[in-house]
């Protein structure tokens, strides 16, 4: 288990991932045009593709803003131009290193929601990340009994009515993290296992149904992007050397 995580610290220089560190990144996805413009011309040409299908303008710039950034992000960890990076997706859309091949290369996940956008990596670790920004016609117990095990139903009800929402999205974020570090996607029951999810408390994998051990194998981490998201690391192994960074038109 960890606590949350509150420092977001912007490097004067790109910072190196060592074997036992773990570095997340914020983004805003709101960038101006120069900034667009410089992410779009690191896109492939699929990836310019998927950004032409959108039909607003915002849309479109923030689908450019979150793939590029994971590009110079990971360009500056691989000494390798953004543009030349190549993906490859499992069966259940998780992304990797098309280039990567041994147990310690490095591994990344990211989310994004609203106007924020997360960035996890780290080497030879399994990994997820989600961010969500709070809405309070999202957080209801209907929705948390159709997809929450029974016991983080009723630690949802024991909530007081101003912490639910809160609770809610403490739940669901560490539930879609470790998920995205399995790398199996909404394949994988969520109902299966238990997260803790009481505001102020820890975040932690509590049990799962399959495996009585799986738990204590797993970290939770609690990040804080900002005002109004909620948001979630989870990794395989002991908690991690985690570090935090603000990303701001780094472009290599």
């Known amino acids: 288990m960890a606590s949350r995580q509150e420092v977001w610290q912007r490097a004067a220089q790109r910072p190196g991932l060592t074997d036992s ?4 990144w914020r983004a805003s996805l709101n960038q101006g045009a120069s900034t667009v413009r410089a992410l779009f011309d690191t896109l492939t040409p699929d990836e310019r593709e998927r950004a032409a299908r959108f039909h607003f303008r915002k849309d479109r710039e923030h689908f450019i803003v979150a793939r590029g950034v994971l590009r110079d992000i990971l360009g500056g960890y691989l000494d390798t131009p953004p543009a030349l990076i190549r993906f490859s997706y499992n069966q259940y859309g998780k992304p990797a290193l098309a280039q990567a091949g041994d147990a310690e290369a490095l591994r990344f996940n990211l989310s994004h929601a609203h106007e924020v956008a997360l960035y996890a990596f780290a080497r ?8 969500e920004f709070m809405r309070d016609d999202f957080a209801s117990l209907e929705i948390a009994e159709r997809f929450f095990s029974p016991d983080e139903v009723s630690t949802l009800r024991a909530q007081p ?7 809610f999205f403490n739940c669901w974020t560490r539930k879609e993290a470790f998920i995205k570090a399995l790398g199996e996607g909404l394949s994988h029951p969520l109902d299966r296992f238990s997260v803790s999810l009481v505001p102020g408390e820890p975040a932690a994998l509590l049990s799962t149904a399959d495996d009585r051990h799986e738990a204590a194998r797993w970290s939770l981490v609690e990040l804080a992007p900002g005002a109004g998201y909620v948001a979630a690391l989870a990794l395989r192994g002991a908690a991690p050397e985690l570090s935090c960074w603000d990303w701001h038109d780094q472009i290599r």
């Open 21 to 24: 560190a773990v570095h997340v």
């Open 124 to 131: 030879g670790r399994d990994l997820g990340l989600d961010v």
């Open 161 to 167: 009515a101003a912490r639910q929402t809160l609770a």
